[in-house]
């Protein structure tokens, strides 16, 4: 049975950014192996976020080639998420892997995937996991309704997020930029 990691969400708001994801990890469809994982990170001298849903394995094998990339290509977020996603469609040791992350710094937040994709969202949020489409659609109503901050507006995304997807819990790691 695989580790699975379950949901990260990006939010944009105001010149700020911010990455939250939970603290769950689950084997299988019904065990809960852990409650309080760090799926969200800082790179490049703190400038860069990144935060991964999937197989936890994976999602750190990913990390560590994207934080390369960062470092290769002096911290530019578009270069070096377009060179992962482009290593991760041709690697044939990494084609397997089975995991998403959202990448962010202060101008930009990008989806990365393993089928050669990286998508800057419309509308400043983006989500991924098993949770990600609650904490997607909270996220877009509270940006179109309230005057929430990014942050506040990530925070309460992923708590309505674990109420409803059984694979994502309240405890967050959260980080702005």
């Keep these: 049975m695989d580790l699975r990691g379950t949901t990260i969400i990006a939010v944009k708001r105001d010149n700020k950014t911010v990455i939250a994801g939970d603290g769950q990890v689950t084997m299988g469809e019904s065990v809960i192996m852990k409650g309080n994982a760090i799926k969200v990170r800082?790179?490049?001298?703190?400038?860069?976020v990144v935060g991964f849903?999937?197989?936890?394995?994976?999602?750190?094998?990913?990390?560590?080639?994207?934080?390369?990339?960062?470092?290769?290509?002096?911290?530019?977020?578009?270069?070096?998420?377009v060179?992962?996603?482009?290593?991760?469609?041709?690697?044939?040791?990494?084609?397997?892997?089975?995991?998403?992350?959202?990448?962010?710094d202060k101008e930009r937040v990008l989806l990365i995937s393993g089928d050669g994709n990286v998508i800057e969202p419309d509308g400043g949020v983006m989500a991924i996991g098993s949770g990600g489409n609650y904490a997607l659609a909270a996220a877009k109503a509270l940006l179109k309704n309230t005057k929430m901050s990014a942050k506040e507006i990530a925070v309460e995304a992923m708590s309505i997020a674990s109420e409803i997807c059984i694979f994502t819990n309240h405890n967050l790691t959260v980080e702005e930029i």
């Design 53 to 81: 849903a999937g197989s936890v394995a994976d999602a750190f094998t990913l990390s560590n080639k994207f934080e390369e990339m960062l470092q290769k290509y002096s911290g530019n977020l578009m270069r070096s998420a």
């Design 83 to 104: 060179e992962l996603a482009q290593t991760w469609r041709t690697d044939r040791s990494l084609g397997k892997l089975e995991a998403m992350m959202i990448v962010a």
């Design 42 to 48: 800082r790179m490049y001298n703190d400038k860069v």
